[in-house]
């Protein structure tokens, strides 16, 4: 079985520019997380999707969204890059909804943004 | 005040030995606690969650917690080199489906 599948893997952008990062989560799992990292820190909550819909979001500004698709696959868009938005984006799924249990996230390889 | 605390570290110890490694939450209400791993370069991995207040053993690991102190514990026994990486404490605070992860702590199995 596929894992969790992330793209792209790498990409850099410029300062104003927008980027569009996409996850396809492990078949069977309605639930998709997005996660920022940033070196030396642990991952940040920025969005949970369950079911197509929006169940939980971090303390991003507005230049950050989301959606997922029908097929449970989702995309994270960053709008107006700034610097600091230079991280690697963890997409998560999992099979998380009411009455599931323990919420446990499977992590995809990762997309890392370079913003010059 | 963090919702999730961690020592970064980097903790060391020798080849053999029990390392233990400790996180605290702030939310009183908070549902499950995960222990997940990370080596350099790589995503998180789960090692295992617990959600009931006591011990929970997985082979050589031991996660503890302790809901009345907010604390809970990952114990790795007989520590080997390859356990060397970051370990993240993460926490479904109550009512919502997200999880909030601490900083992590590093640790360094010495051969």
């Known amino acids: 079985d596929a894992g969790v599948t992330q793209s792209p893997t790498h990409l850099i952008k410029t300062r104003g520019q927008h980027v569009t990062l996409r996850c396809s989560p492990i078949?069977?799992?309605?639930?998709v997380s997005w996660y920022q990292q940033v070196l030396g820190q642990g991952p940040q909550f920025i969005f949970q999707y369950y079911e197509k819909e929006e169940r939980g979001r971090g303390n991003f500004p507005d230049r950050f969204s989301a959606r997922q698709f029908p097929n449970y696959s989702s995309e994270l868009n960053v709008n107006a890059l700034l610097l600091g938005d230079s991280a690697l984006y963890l997409c998560?799924?999992?099979?998380?909804?009411?009455?599931?249990?323990?919420?446990?996230?499977?992590f995809g390889a990762g997309s890392r943004l370079t913003v010059l | 005040q963090k919702e999730v605390e961690q020592n970064s570290g980097p903790l060391s110890v020798p080849e053999g030995a029990i390392a233990s490694l400790n996180c605290t939450y702030s939310?009183?209400?908070?549902?499950?606690f995960f222990w997940y791993r990370q080596y350099s370069g790589k995503s998180p991995e789960l090692i295992m969650f617990i959600y009931s207040n006591g011990d929970k053993e997985d082979g050589r690991f031991t996660a503890q917690l302790n809901k009345a102190s907010q604390y809970v514990s990952l114990l790795i026994r007989d520590s080997q080199p390859s356990d060397s990486a970051t370990y993240l404490c993460?926490?479904?605070?109550?009512?919502?489906?997200?999880?909030?992860f601490g900083a992590g702590t590093r640790l360094f199995v010495k051969a």
């Open positions: 993460a926490v479904n605070p109550r009512g919502g489906f997200k999880t909030i």
């Open positions: 078949s069977g799992h309605k639930s």
């Open positions: 998560a799924s999992s099979t998380a909804g009411p009455n599931t249990g323990a919420n446990v996230l499977t």
């Open positions: 939310d009183r209400g908070s549902q499950s």
